[in-house]
């Protein structure tokens, strides 16, 4: 059983910080790929930050340059640091580990961005 446990979220002003951290059962070189997701309000839940298991990071477009994924494999741990945030940053960010086409998805952990 995979578990993925996301902590950090809260509430921030604009142009502030936050650092989102993830937890993961597992040794996260197992996965194909780690990342980080958000939803909304609304059905739709989109990527923001992604790192495969060779290193290679993917962006959101309205996230590049101000947010940044990364990973500390003696702890399995994923991180999320997130600068300059906007109002639509606002959502809850969850945390994704997938396995071939085997999705594990964290509980997800609230960011409020005011303005």
């Known amino acids: 059983q995979v578990q993925l446990v996301e902590s950090g979220g809260g509430l921030v002003q604009a142009g502030g910080s936050l650092r989102l951290s993830c937890a993961v059962s597992r040794n996260i070189f197992d996965f194909n790929a780690v990342g980080w997701y958000r939803q909304a309000p609304g059905p739709q839940r989109e990527l923001v930050a992604d790192i495969n298991v060779g290193g290679v990071r993917k962006y959101a477009d309205s996230v590049k340059g101000r947010f940044s994924i990364s990973r500390n494999s003696a702890e399995n741990t994923i991180y999320l640091q997130m600068n300059s945030l906007k109002p639509e940053d606002t959502a809850v960010y969850y945390c994704?580990?997938?396995?071939?086409?085997?999705?594990?998805w964290g509980q997800g952990t609230q960011v409020t961005v005011s303005s």
């Open positions: 994704r580990a997938n396995i071939l086409r085997t999705e594990y």
